[in-house]
């Protein structure tokens, strides 16, 4: 039996609030840039949707920062 996956909540919220829902290749660019802060991972996350980070507006780049923080793993 698989031990649950510590980072799938945090991926759900993402896509149930944000509406980013990331494939299997986003999910792990966007754990590799965790431990570089939430900044990091939130450009991660902009990338793997395809939105171009400089021009994305700060509502939506809040947004992302927002949901990664309250749903990250304990």
């Known amino acids: ?19 980013f829902c990331l494939h299997e290749k986003g999910q792990k660019r966007v754990i590799a840039a965790l ?3 939430l900044d990091a991972a939130v450009r991660a996350v902009l990338a793997a949707e395809g939105v ?11 947004a992302v920062r927002d949901c990664l923080k309250s749903n990250l793993p304990a």
């Open 35 to 37: 431990p570089g802060g």
């Open 1 to 19: 039996m698989n031990a649950p996956d510590p980072y799938e909540p945090m991926f759900s919220a993402l896509c149930r609030e944000v509406g």
């Open 52 to 62: 171009d980070e400089p021009n994305a507006s700060g509502d939506l780049k809040r």
